[in-house]
């Protein structure tokens, strides 16, 4: 029987409780199927793999189109999925909520807002701007279901601002405002993980993941309560794509094919996975 929007919103917040968990980030709903038969507990859209999957560069979706691909994968998959909403897709924390309002009922089990602008003179919005959206985006989780999970990402180490004192200040003042989970995406030292990690406890803190490095037991024994790893596994997926499409193009060869996974195996695993979910729609 597919899980329900509530259980998997309760899920996704018992899962920020206590440990460390992976919440990888399809870009499609063949993606997040097989992420879903790989045991995943939950998964996190990318704003840059659907993105790239559309034609278009990072943040050159539409709200719109957003909520379509949102909804796609909140539909196609029992497990909770918690989407990657940028800036909220507004300035105004007024309108952030009305759009966190309208993200919801695609069925997501939580999403996250971000501080950053867009505009290159003024990369991120002030801090009491931007704690009023975090504010906003509460308020409009907390009038549909407030168990959906709200996570809030400072943006200073992407937009070229790497002040871990900026970061701090910014993460706290969102677990103040209501923000369920902290996010500070570009941090990549153990030092800089821990001093986050404390200073926003006992809220949990996600860490993005985008190269190797530390391992998942790495994270977690730095207080890491969730990973997730943004258009890292898109990215992943265009190489190899890229790669052979290239040898094709400039050389006229096939060699990019070699380590394609068999049409069988591929074509057979979803199969599985549709048949089962079609059972489970008729029950």
């Not at 200040?169 to 800089?192: H, I, K, M, N, S």
């Not at 996600?206 to 530390?214: H, I």
């Not at 052979?244 to 060869?253: E, H, K």
Request: aromatic share 6%.
């Amino acid at each position: 029987m597919k899980a329900s929007t509530a259980a998997k919103r309760a899920t996704l917040r018992a899962l920020h409780a206590s440990g460390c968990f992976v919440i990888p980030n399809p870009w499609d709903v063949g993606s997040a199927r097989y992420l879903q038969t790989l045991g995943f507990k939950a998964l996190a859209t990318t704003s840059s793999g659907c993105a790239w999957s559309l034609g278009r560069p990072d943040n050159a979706v539409s709200l719109d189109l957003a909520l379509d691909h949102l909804r796609a994968l909140a539909n196609a998959t029992d497990v909770p999925v918690s989407a990657d909403f940028e800036g909220g897709f507004a300035d105004e924390p007024e309108a952030v909520g009305d759009n966190v309002a309208r993200a919801l009922s695609t069925g997501i089990a939580g999403l996250s807002i971000e501080d950053s602008t867009g505009r290159p003179e003024a990369p991120l919005y002030d801090l009491a701007v931007a704690r009023a959206r975090v504010e906003a985006a509460r308020a409009a989780i907390d009038l549909i279901d407030s168990t959906a999970v709200l996570t809030a990402r400072a943006e200073c180490f992407l937009v070229g601002r790497p002040d871990l004192s900026d970061v701090i200040a910014r993460l706290t003042a969102y677990a103040e405002a209501g923000a369920d989970c902290l996010y500070a995406p570009g941090l990549r030292t153990a030092d800089t993980i821990r001093a986050v990690v404390d200073a926003v406890a006992p809220k949990p803190v996600n860490v993005l993941v985008a190269s190797a490095g530390m391992t998942v037991a790495d994270l977690a024994a730095l207080g890491v309560r969730r990973i997730s790893v943004g258009g890292a596994l898109a990215r992943t997926a265009w190489g190899a794509f890229m790669r052979a499409a290239t040898a094709i193009a400039l050389q006229g060869s096939f060699e990019g094919f070699t380590d394609a996974v068999p049409f069988a195996e591929l074509n057979g695993l979803l199969k599985m996975d549709f048949e089962s979910r079609e059972r489970g729609r008729g029950a």
